[in-house]
């Protein structure tokens, strides 16, 4: 807002949110493993699972202040509270279901190993829509149902052939959609060029623009910086008073972790959902 007065206020939290998430995909394709450390590439892979959910919800309550232009911090955040409960419990829910699923399926026995891969890639569609018909948030279920799903082994229930089959067909599947929505960005960028607002290019065509996006990248970067930072000072707080040895981050890998938040699929996704007129 304050480097394109011309965006209002709602409008710039609601670009804030839809570009917190980054994306796993993108970043455990460009990262080389054997450079990175072990835990910052566990950070960067995780936190995109949850702020794909609280951005997204953000997101939403941003664009309702944005057309209804009406915002009431306390009906926000009870909505907020219930949207995260709620969501949670249907990603819990979700997975109950499915273990169950699982169990009958091998009482039953000489199931095929494709039923109990079809139990898998539908959990999270369940989970998603439980929580939407509660009007919670669908994603931060799926989420909860993903992220449980490691942890409370579920992958008991799943045969050998089964569970090779559900991770190569999870793989090719998270393959076809990043590339799909980073095709449907490439078409549209022809049409994003020549239509600039002209809010955006009022001293030059081009210099303008390009300057903005540069100045909101960096801006994103800092931020990650100085939380990597304020997360790195809370962890050698938290060792100290847990009497155990904490490992801090070097300037370099605060660096790359403040580089490596690639933006992805689902910030494209939240962009292409904003609304093109108000009421």
């Given at each position: ?247 801090p981050f070097g300037l370099r890998v605060r660096l790359a972790g403040s580089v490596a938040g690639v933006r992805g699929a689902i910030t494209l996704a ?10």
């Open positions: 807002h304050w480097l394109v007065p011309s965006i209002p206020l709602v409008v710039a939290f609601a670009l804030a949110a839809v570009l917190s998430p980054t994306d796993a995909v993108a970043v455990s394709s460009i990262v080389d493993r054997n450079v990175v450390p072990a835990r910052l590439m566990h950070i960067l892979e995780g936190e995109s699972l949850l702020n794909d959910a609280s951005g997204l919800v953000m997101f939403r309550f941003a664009v309702a202040a944005a057309l209804t232009g009406s915002f009431s911090l306390a009906a926000a955040s009870l909505t907020f509270l219930y949207a995260v409960g709620a969501g949670i419990l249907a990603g819990v829910a979700a997975l109950i279901v499915a273990a169950k699923t699982l169990q009958l399926l091998n009482r039953i026995g000489g199931v095929p190993s494709e039923a109990q891969v079809l139990v898998m890639i539908l959990m999270p569609f369940i989970a998603y829509l439980i929580a939407e018909h509660a009007e919670a948030s669908g994603i931060l279920a799926a989420v909860t149902a993903g992220l449980l799903t490691g942890g409370s082994g579920l992958f008991r229930y799943l045969g050998v052939s089964a569970r090779m089959q559900a991770m190569s067909l999870w793989t090719t599947l998270s393959f076809i959609f990043n590339g799909a929505l980073f095709i449907l960005l490439g078409l549209q960028l022809p049409d994003i060029v020549r239509n600039v607002p002209p809010e955006l290019s009022s001293r030059h065509w081009l210099i303008e623009p390009v300057a903005t996006v540069l100045i909101l990248t960096l801006c994103l970067i800092g931020l990650r910086f100085l939380w990597i930072w304020v997360g790195d000072i809370a962890q050698r707080v938290a060792a100290r008073f847990g009497k155990h040895k904490a490992e939240g962009i292409l959902s904003l609304p093109l007129a108000m009421a």
